[in-house]
């Protein structure tokens, strides 16, 4: 299988893409019922102020060691999180509410704690907790950012609980109306391949033809998961995928550490044409039916003809970082829904995570296609 590399890197010059994109974001979608899950943190967020960036801190830690370092810092605040919970913000924020979701995921127990009750219930359809959430504190930089993860909480994370907390009626109801499913976070839930295999082979009982279905796929950091966990996980997608429509998500190190399954060496290759390559590689390898992969200067949507890159809106120093995978997602997750090509599920997410990192903010349409004439015009500011 011969995949073709394409590079958008400059949208003004996708003339009859652009004009396909405006024309379904200008059009009203019919309200989509989704699930999404199954997640929960509560992250505490600190900004490093000198040094500012990662570069910068790193060789300062590592000459302190054995002795000691202090650095001045900003302390944020604690706010809900999670890949799931971002995510649904992400949904609910591009419809502008139009939309009707369920959550499922560990956010307390036996109900939800204060701190996703007023985030999530009025994004949410139905929410149910599964357990009590994990902790990160998140150390952002001007170049990224550090997560400290208190992970214990993710092996609560179960198809048992599921069934035993939402009840296996409630659940078939659930799946039998929705349009959607969006999974994320494998490397931390070390349980939740059951439970994404649980969801397809409901949805196959439950009578939903096959690829009728998009399930929406981002692995998050999976790092401390071993190689076996990984193969695991490929065979998994390849079931998921013969009964729904499937999307593979991941940020540019995860795709680097995916393709050392298949003795694929990517690491350090960042430009547009290796990473439009890596993706091609993992979609030669890997049965679903596309694979995505989100750098933070733009994506690439492959499936079996064409691996796209798309340049993004880069923020050189964002607002806020910590979701904006997670609000990329959304975008992608939307653009298939809305059915467009490549193109334009990489540019809604791009667009997405771009705006988001400006305003700390999931935008809806009119926002997206707003900051879309803004970057066309080389007129696009830091902060929104």
Known sequence: MSINQRLCETPSNEADSIRIFRQKLQTTPPRWKGVCGFDGFIDTFIRLEAPASMAEFGPKVAAAAGIAASYPAQHLGDKFGGNGPLLLSGLHGLLNGEIDLTYIGALGDPEPLPIFAEALQDKTAHLYTLAEPAHSDCLEFTDGKVMLSDLRACADVTWERILEKVGEE???????????????????????????????????????????????????????????????????????????????????????????????????????????????????????????????????????????????????????????????????????????????????????????????????????????????????????
């Open 170 to 384: 409630t659940l078939s109801q659930r799946l039998a109306e929705a349009d959607f499913i969006g999974a994320v976070n494998w490397g931390k839930l070390i349980h939740v391949g059951s439970v994404w295999e649980g969801f397809a082979e409901k949805l196959a009982a439950l009578g939903r033809p096959a690829k009728e279905v998009p399930f929406f796929m981002d692995l998050a950091e999976f790092e401390q998961r071993p190689m076996e966990d990984r193969q695991e996980l490929i065979a998994l997608v390849e079931r998921i995928t013969g009964q729904c429509t499937t999307m593979l998500s991941m940020n540019l190190k995860e795709a680097w550490q995916m393709a050392d399954s298949f003795d694929g060496d990517f690491h350090g290759a960042k430009e547009p044409q290796a990473v439009a390559a890596l993706a091609a590689f993992l979609k030669e390898h890997i049965k679903v039916d596309k694979i995505i992969i989100h750098p933070n200067n733009g994506a690439v949507c492959a499936d079996d003809n064409e691996a796209v890159w798309v340049s993004g809106p880069f923020c050189k120093e964002p607002l806020v970082s910590t979701g904006a995978g997670d609000h990329f997602g959304a975008g992608c997750l939307i653009g298939s829904l809305l059915g467009l090509d490549n193109f334009g599920i990489a540019l809604l997410g791009v667009c997405t995570s771009g705006y988001f990192v400006r305003t700390g903010e999931a935008p809806d349409f009119p926002k997206i296609l707003a900051l879309l004439e803004r970057w066309m015009a080389g007129d696009l500011p830091e902060r929104l």
